[in-house]
C-alpha cells in the first residue's frame, strides 16, 4: 500500500462481502448466559431476527431485556467471563461470524458491523482529542497516514454537522455537549463506511430536540450508504418514524415482531399493548398515564410459565405453567410468543383506534 492514500481510499475500503438476496445478517437462536455467583443468568433465550440492505430494524424492551446483550454478541464483544454465547447462529452475508477467531473478527468489526455505544462520554477516551480517535480507526484498518487520517477526521466531523470541525479537531471529549459527543461516536462508528449499523440508545439522556436531531443524522446516513440500522431503544416515540420492522423483547426473548405501522396500529402481545399505552398521547390530555405493573424478572429466577405472566392482564392457568408459544404468525407479517395473541391484537384494534397516535400531523408519512 502506498504511504499515501486518496480521499476515496481512505473513506471507504474494499469489502468482499456481498448480501445475499439483500440479506446483511441473520441471527438464528442466539443464546447467552452471564455466570455469577448468585447464579446463571439467561439474558438471551433463542433470539432469532435478520436484518436486509437499507433497513432500519428498532429492537424494543425495558432496561434489562437483553437488547443490548443481543449487539454485544453480534459484535462479538461480550465480556468472557462472565457473558457467554451457549447456543445459536449469527451469520454476516452468510458467513457464520460466532466461529471466527479473534483476529477474524476485528477484520468484520469496523469495516463491516460497527456500533455506536450509549454512553459516549465513557465510551471515548478523555485523554485523546476527538479527532485523533476519529482517524485511528483509518490509520488502523485502512492504512492511512497520519495527515490523511487527520483530514478524513475533519471531513467525517463535518459529516456528522459538528460546528467548526477543523478548529476542535484537537479538542477533547469533556470539551464536548453531550449531543456533539454522541455525533463524534457516529462520525467513529461510520468512519469504515459499515454495510450493519447498530445503535445501541444513541439518544439516551439528550433533549428532544438534540434526539430529534440524531435520529434525522442517522436516518440521512443510512439512505446515503444503503446501510442496515440496527436501533437498540426503550423509547416508542423515538423509533415511530425511522423504523421498517420492530422487534419487542422481554426476558431475553422476543416477544412480538412486525412493520412499524401494524405495531403502532394494534400490538398482538400484552408487553408491547402495555409499552404503547404508556406514551403520551396528543389526543388524551389531561389524562393519568397507563404503567405496566411489576418488575421484569430476575434472570437467574425466571418464573414458570410465561415470563410475563405476574405482569399481565391476560395470564391464565396456561401462561403460569406452560412456557409461551415460539413466535407464530397471527397475521400475515406479524409474529406474537403469546398463548392469547389473537384476543390480545382484537382488544388493541379497539383501544389503539389512533393507529398513529404518536404522530402530532397524524402522518402516515414516515420518510
Known amino acids: 500500500m502506498s504511504d499515501t492514500l486518496s480521499e476515496t481510499d481512505v473513506a471507504r475500503g474494499e469489502s468482499s462481502w456481498t448480501p445475499t438476496d439483500g440479506r446483511l445478517l441473520d441471527v438464528e437462536d442466539l443464546q447467552v448466559e452471564f455466570r455469577t455467583r448468585d447464579g446463571v443468568a439467561k439474558a438471551i433465550n433463542g433470539v432469532s431476527l435478520h436484518l436486509d440492505e437499507g433497513e432500519t430494524l428498532a429492537v424494543l424492551g425495558e432496561s434489562g431485556s437483553g437488547k443490548s446483550v443481543t449487539a454485544q454478541a453480534i459484535m462479538g464483544i461480550l465480556d468472557t467471563p462472565p457473558g457467554f454465547v451457549t447456543g445459536g447462529s449469527v451469520r454476516y452475508c452468510g458467513t457464520e461470524l460466532l466461529t471466527m477467531t479473534e483476529k477474524q473478527r476485528r477484520e468484520i468489526r469496523g469495516p463491516e458491523i460497527s456500533m455506536i455505544f450509549q454512553d459516549a462520554l465513557s465510551s471515548l477516551n478523555p485523554v485523546f482529542p476527538v479527532g485523533w480517535q476519529i482517524a485511528e480507526m483509518l490509520r488502523v484498518h485502512r492504512g492511512a497516514n497520519r495527515s490523511d487520517a487527520r483530514e478524513a477526521a475533519i471531513r467525517l466531523m463535518e459529516r456528522v454537522n459538528i460546528p467548526g470541525a477543523r478548529q476542535r479537531v484537537n479538542a477533547f471529549p469533556h470539551q464536548f ?42 436516518a440521512e446516513l443510512q439512505e446515503e450508504r444503503r446501510m442496515g440500522l440496527i436501533l437498540i431503544t426503550h423509547d416508542l416515540g423515538v423509533v415511530a418514524d425511522v423504523a421498517d420492522r420492530i422487534a419487542v423483547m422481554y426476558a431475553g426473548k422476543l416477544v412480538e415482531t412486525a412493520d412499524v405501522h401494524s405495531i403502532y396500529a394494534a400490538p398482538a402481545h400484552p408487553y408491547t399493548q402495555g409499552l404503547l399505552a404508556s406514551i403520551p398521547r396528543l389526543d388524551q390530555k389531561g389524562q393519568e398515564l397507563a404503567a405496566i405493573g411489576g418488575l421484569p424478572p430476575n434472570l437467574t429466577r425466571i418464573p414458570p410459565g410465561c415470563p410475563f405472566n405476574p405482569r399481565c392482564r391476560y395470564a391464565q392457568d396456561v401462561c403460569r405453567h406452560d412456557p409461551p408459544p415460539a413466535l407464530r404468525e397471527v397475521r400475515p407479517g406479524r409474529r406474537a410468543a403469546c398463548h392469547f395473541a389473537e384476543d390480545v391484537l382484537a382488544d388493541s384494534a379497539r383501544e389503539f383506534d389512533h393507529p398513529h397516535h404518536l404522530h402530532g400531523d397524524g402522518g402516515e408519512e414516515r420518510r
Open 177 to 218: 455537549s453531550g449531543g456533539m459527543r454522541q455525533r463524534i461516536m457516529i462520525a467513529m462508528a461510520i468512519a469504515l463506511d459499515p454495510a450493519v449499523l447498530i445503535a445501541d440508545e444513541p439518544t439516551t439522556a439528550l433533549d428532544v430536540t438534540v434526539q430529534a436531531q440524531i435520529m434525522a443524522l442517522l
